[in-house]
């Protein structure tokens, strides 16, 4: 992606987000997976409800956005904290919807799709542009997270929606949002816009991530694996947690590191 001088006002930093390398993509699906298996851990199968789960971790979620947005450059522990986070409350905020108020998939889909347009829309017409390469700027950053919120929540929609209309089994439900990454992938190599590119992957590793996380969690019976919802959710966040460990370690993903130019 190619960067741009920054005009917004306010507190200067350095880059806010990873580079975006393969680790960023195993991380975010990693994270996708585990938004939709230890929320619905938590939920339903330690009983906590729909109500008391989506506070316990919309309080988390403040408190690790806080952190993130008090520091001056990306921290991977931080951050993916968040996107973990952020992951979950995405998950809990359609299902609160779809079964705390019966509010129809679609439409669920429709508002978030909306909304994510209307967000993208007031970011770009502030900004002048929606690369993650210039978060460095405190309105920036609100808008990314903002941004990263929706695009869960909309990618839970969208993916139930999916299931709920084809009937498709857990592995089955991976082919289509792994088909149409792979097509955005095509369509970038081909020269189509890189932020562009990099959003609409973004929101489709949701559904993917969710699917990965069905397929694993289901009994053997339904098509899936039978690893369960807090087998799948241990084995994920272990996985994030290493991979975590090995970027704060060297650093592969600091974009001030791989772009030192970069205004």
Known sequence: MTTTTVTTTGRRMLNKVPEVTVYFWIIKIL??????????YINETLGFG?????????VALVIALVAQFR????VPG??????????????????NLTDGHNVPLWIS??????????????WYARERTLSIHTIVTTPRESFY????????????????WTLELTGWSPGASVLLP????????????????????????????????????????????????????????????GTILAVVVFLTVTDKDRTE?????QD
């Open 50 to 58: 729909l109500t008391n789960t989506t506070v316990v971790f919309s």
């Open 257 to 261: 590191a791989i772009h030192p130019a």
């Open 109 to 122: 889909s429709t508002v978030f799709a909306v909304l994510l347009a209307a967000v993208f829309g007031i």
């Open 71 to 74: 520091l001056n450059r990306y």
């Open 178 to 237: 792994l088909g149409l990454i792979l097509a955005v992938l095509t369509a970038w190599k081909l020269g189509a816009g890189p932020v562009l590119s990099f959003w609409l992957a973004y929101i489709l590793t949701r559904p993917l991530g969710a699917n990965i996380g069905d397929y694993l969690a289901s009994d053997k019976s339904e098509g899936g694996l039978g690893l369960g919802t807090f087998g799948t959710s241990i084995l994920f966040l």
């Open 145 to 160: 997270w903002l941004t990263v919120l929706v695009t869960f929540a909309l990618g839970t929609a969208v993916g139930d």
């Open 78 to 95: 931080i951050y993916w904290l968040s996107v973990v986070l952020i992951s979950v409350v995405g998950t809990l905020l359609t299902d």
């Open 31 to 40: 994270c996708t997976t585990v938004g939709e298996s230890f929320a619905d």
